[in-house]
């Protein structure tokens, strides 16, 4: 048992530091796409350092305004790093090479959960260290103590996992509908006015931030950018607790899911 549980993860693994250095290969290719985050930053900074200089404040909700640059750039490494495995899926479908990946010797989404973590490695590392410059310069260093660093990790780890779920879910429709970008497009809005990536969710009306904070979107923008910025014991609980219940909840539907595409790949495999 032990013996199958180190053969899984040294494969596993090695998938992982694979796309790693593919990555690292062409890493002036990634750094060109990202490098949209120094606009967004200096958009972001100007526009809300604006907003603090109109209300004649240095806080609103909470959050000073060195915090709300800190959540912009955290949150936009959490939605510009995150893997696109869902459009891979879609493209497999297309052309035809799903028959020969899934037959393959491991767990289609898990190759996919793999792979993502050396592409979201160096994709939220260029992000953050692109996006950097611009923020010490406006928000100076940020205020987060170190020792509430693995906690704040933690919760992006399982805000990844939470994402990786969804977007598994996205990709899988394509065994019915082949283009899922209608899909894909749906839930990006979602994430961007219910997930704060558009705003804090502490800036939205009352009525509106608690919708936001029952649905699974705020957990993998908002939860880790606003521990970040302002950690508290007693959210980061409440933030992880509902992770677990969203991904059991979310991993769920996956599950039969997958089961479901797997036997539609045999039916219709040629």
Do not use: C
């Amino acid at each position: 048992m032990l013996n199958q549980l180190r053969i899984t993860i040294i494969k596993y693994g090695a998938i992982s530091l694979t796309n790693l250095q593919n990555q690292l290969a062409y890493v002036w290719d990634v750094a060109g796409r990202s490098a949209m985050i120094i606009f967004f930053m200096f958009i972001f900074t100007q526009l809300w350092t604006a907003v603090y200089e109109s209300q004649e404040t240095a806080v609103i909700a909470g959050l000073t305004l060195s915090n709300t640059i800190w959540y912009f750039i955290i949150a936009e490494v959490m939605e510009l790093g995150k893997p696109r495995h869902d459009i891979r899926i879609s493209e497999e479908v297309k052309d035809g090479s799903i028959a020969y990946t899934m037959g393959r010797p491991y767990n289609y989404l898990v190759y996919h959960l793999a792979n993502g973590v050396g592409e979201a490695a160096v994709r939220m590392g260029l992000v953050f260290l692109l996006g950097l410059p611009v923020v010490i310069y406006y928000a100076g260093l940020p205020t987060v103590a170190a020792r509430h660093l693995p906690a704040v990790f933690l919760v992006v780890v399982l805000a990844m996992l939470l994402d990786f779920f969804v977007f598994s879910i996205i990709g899988l429709l394509a065994f019915v509908t082949e283009d899922i970008f209608s899909f894909r497009l749906i839930y990006q809005k979602l994430v961007f006015i219910l997930g704060g990536l558009m705003i804090p969710l502490d800036f939205l009306p009352d009525w509106l931030h608690r919708i936001a904070r029952i649905l699974p979107f705020s957990l993998t923008t908002y939860a880790p950018a606003k521990l970040f910025v302002a950690f508290d014991a007693a959210q980061f609980r409440q933030i992880v607790s509902s992770q677990v219940v969203w991904l059991l909840i979310i991993g769920a539907i996956l599950y039969r899911q997958y089961r479901w595409a797997v036997r539609r790949l045999t039916v219709n495999g040629g």
